[in-house]
């Protein structure tokens, strides 16, 4: 499915970033994941395995720091770690309240050599 | 020697912006919109019709459809009583994204709309990652599938505000084992808003308009 181009995505990131630093080999990436992020860290490390095949990202190891989400009001501005099915805010009860914590799934940065 | 470059770059950051904005666009028209997830004929076009048959009476609907190549979805929600039905032809891609959306919302006036209805195509697994912008992702899951999916697919159980479980009418004809799927149900999502109903016989579509109804009062 598309884990398969979203790490496509992330070796891409890495090898232009690689490059630009002039490495000779990537030995790590770490990456942060946020509790809404839907991608499972063992299908990533998988395809990472099979497309990193034969680049300077071969045999990188993939770190995950995981982030807990949290929610804001559109309305009052009261952020909140919603409670997974409702996400009414607990303050004033808006229905409009947007995503600032727990979407991430970015490359933070690669350890190079 | 190894050292750290420091990157900070968002995987799937240009669909997250527009989702964004897309949201946004439809909040300040004071429209509810919904994203409807499901497998393939799990009833989400079935669903969209029963929903129509009776709202379209008291409510301005626009339906969106995802679908990899034909109109044939769209083209029942127009019979169907929408006041607009738009097509999106992914031309292969196994999931809507929020670029997708917004050239749909380009074809219409929000500010004649009350609901909108977008289906995504039918998949399990790669829609959830990809937000459209609507205020509530919604599952139709359904009997026929069996009961094991909450487990065999848990970021699209995860990741919806609302549960439809679709053909409850084949219940009596299909093993499915309704405390085995609660049960992982539970665990991915607690306490989600879950509507058993059926398209066909038309058990339980009037508790979910009545929900629907009540969210469009508070976007509007
Ligand atoms: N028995 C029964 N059949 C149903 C019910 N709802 C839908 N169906 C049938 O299921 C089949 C698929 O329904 P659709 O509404 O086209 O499903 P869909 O999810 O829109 O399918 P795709 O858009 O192709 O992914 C059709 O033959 C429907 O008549 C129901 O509640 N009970
Ligand atoms: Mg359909
Ligand atoms: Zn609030």
């Known amino acids: 499915m598309h884990e398969l181009s979203v790490t496509q995505s992330i070796l891409d990131i890495s090898l232009r970033h690689a490059k630009e630093a002039g490495a000779k080999q990537i030995t790590a990436i770490n990456l942060v994941i946020g509790e809404f992020a839907s991608i499972v860290d063992d299908s990533v490390q998988f395809y990472w395995d099979l497309l990193a095949d034969g680049t300077i990202a071969q045999g990188a190891q993939l770190h995950f720091e995981r982030i807990r989400g949290e929610m804001t009001c559109t309305n009052c501005k009261h952020s909140f770690h919603p ?3 409702d996400f009414t805010c607990p303050n004033c009860e808006s229905q409009f309240v947007q995503i600032t914590k727990g979407d991430e799934f970015r490359v933070d940065s690669i350890d190079v050599e | 020697m190894t050292t750290r470059v420091p990157i900070v770059e968002k995987i799937l950051s240009a669909n997250d912006h527009m989702a964004e904005e897309n949201r946004a666009r439809i909040e300040s028209a004071g429209v509810f919109s919904i994203n409807l997830m499901a497998s393939p004929g799990a009833g989400k076009t079935s669903l ?3 929903t129509l048959s009776r709202l379209k009476d008291i409510l301005r609907v626009a339906v969106i459809d995802g679908d990899i190549a034909t109109s044939i979805d769209s083209d029942r929600a127009a019979a169907a009583g929408a006041q607009t039905a738009i097509q999106i032809n992914t031309g292969g891609d196994c999931h809507l994204d929020a670029i997708m959306l917004r050239s749909a919302l380009d074809q219409l006036d929000l500010t004649k709309i009350d609901l909108l209805i ?3 195509v039918g998949n399990l ?7 459209l912008g609507t205020q509530r992702s919604i599952l139709v899951a ?3 599938e ?5 487990y065999k697919y848990p970021g699209m159980y995860r990741g919806v505000q609302v549960l439809i479980v679709n053909k409850m009418d084949l219940l009596p004809y299909v093993p499915f084992n309704m405390d085995y799927f609660r049960k992982g149900l539970e665990v991915l999502n607690p306490g989600v808003v879950t509507f ?7 058990e339980g579509i009037d508790a979910w308009t009545d929900w ?3 969210q469009v009062k508070v976007a509007t």
Request: proline share 12%; net charge negative; glycine share 8%.
């Open chain 1, 83 to 85: 409670k997974e099915t």
């Open chain 2, 48 to 50: 969209i019709e029963q």
């Open chain 2, 118 to 120: 977008v289906e995504n």
């Open chain 2, 125 to 131: 697994v790669c829609p959830a990652s990809f937000n």
């Open chain 2, 142 to 144: 359904s009997i026929p």
């Open chain 2, 146 to 150: 069996g009961d094991d999916k909450p």
């Open chain 2, 196 to 202: 058993p109903l059926s398209c066909k016989t038309g």
């Open chain 2, 212 to 214: 629907l109804v009540g």
